[in-house]
């Protein structure tokens, strides 16, 4: 009878047991935690990320800022002084980026450097080379030289211009004849005492002004 009695509360307690198990959750519930599939793809995803990290250039923000200045030359000698200053540049480990001859343009050049300490360097004993011009200047200043754009060429006998680069920069024209084969124009200046014909680079004028009755 005893025995009996002690198998029953050995069941009862069993079956207490039991119930408290399985009323108790099997993993702890944390709100906002990410499952373990959940936490494999982040890793996978991070590691891509520093592999694709190491694989790319440096980006062009880490190039550091540059400038542009003109350099005075003799006229014609040009080419010769960018040779100069290219060679004087690479020697000396400065950093100039470019040296750059505007087409059209005669008696300067212009020197792509870190700062004016660096350009002076660069065109410091030069042969032809005359100095820097006491400012830097706007790459938009030489835009339009620098940039070689295909386009068809509108620019008609008598078509009154303006000049927008080399020594007659700003002056008004007539344009009095057009050879697209050699990229060349005669002009007159409208302002001169007397009209003397001036062989210019068809791209270095802009026309303002047609005369339709001229045409």
Same mark, same amino acid.
């Given at each position: ?9 050995k ?21 906002g935690?990410?499952t ?7 890793? %996978?995803? =991070?590691?891509?990320? /520093?592999? +694709? !990290?190491? $694989? ?6 880490d190039?550091? &800022?540059t400038?542009?200045?003109?350099v ?10 960018m ?7 690479e ?8 040296v750059?001859?505007?087409h ?16 002076e360097?660069a065109?410091y ?15 938009? %200043?030489? =835009?339009?030289?620098? /940039?070689? +754009? !295909?386009? $068809?060429?509108?620019?008609q006998?008598?078509?009154?211009? &303006? ?18 084969q ?20 068809i ?11 001229e045409?």
């Amino acid at each position: 009878m005893v025995i009996k009695e002690i198998e029953s509360k050995k069941e009862d307690v069993k079956e207490t047991i039991v119930k408290a198990e399985n009323s108790l959750p099997k993993e702890p519930v944390i709100k906002g935690a990410m499952t373990k599939e959940e936490v494999e793809e982040r890793l %996978e995803a =991070e590691m891509s990320e /520093e592999e +694709v !990290k190491e $694989e790319l250039p440096k980006s062009d923000v880490d190039k550091p &800022e540059t400038k542009i200045y003109a350099v005075r030359t003799t006229a014609n000698r040009e080419d010769q002084v960018m040779d100069f200053i290219s060679s004087n540049a690479e020697r000396k480990k400065l950093d100039v980026f470019s040296v750059i001859r505007p087409h059209g343009m005669r008696g300067y050049i212009f020197i792509e450097a870190v700062d004016r300490t660096n350009a002076e360097q660069a065109a410091y004993g030069i042969p032809y080379a005359r100095g820097l011009l006491p400012t830097a200047v706007d790459y938009k %200043e030489i =835009e339009h030289m620098l /940039e070689q +754009v !295909k386009k $068809e060429i509108n620019i008609q006998k008598n078509d009154i211009a &303006e000049i927008i680069s080399g020594p007659f920069k700003r002056e008004k024209c007539k344009i009095t004849r057009v050879d697209k084969q050699k990229g060349e124009i005669v002009v007159e200046l409208l302002e001169a005492a007397v009209p003397i014909p001036i062989t210019v680079k068809i791209d270095s004028v802009k026309v303002i002004r047609r005369d339709e009755d001229e045409e």
